[in-house]
């Protein structure tokens, strides 16, 4: 399995979930598991995936967290 994570702007999440949402019915509604955690600055999106495939296609589209987001520093 593969995860990718996306951090993003509190006042971006229902947006950036939304073309999520959009991206995994267009590739074929992948089976994935969805986590989130909050902090001050934003919220991360992960996303775990069975079929590594479709995790890169969907990590090209969404990306990852910069390594300077405050989530990853803890």
Do not use: H
């Amino acid at each position: 399995m593969r995860t990718v994570r996306t951090y993003v702007a509190q006042n971006a999440f229902a947006a950036t979930m939304s073309a999520m949402r959009l991206w995994l019915d267009a590739n074929g509604n992948p089976d994935v598991r969805c986590e989130t955690a909050k902090d001050e600055a934003g919220i991360l999106i992960s996303l775990e995936f069975r079929q590594d495939d479709i995790a890169y296609a969907f990590a090209r589209r969404f990306g990852n967290p910069p390594l300077s987001s405050p989530m990853l520093a803890a």
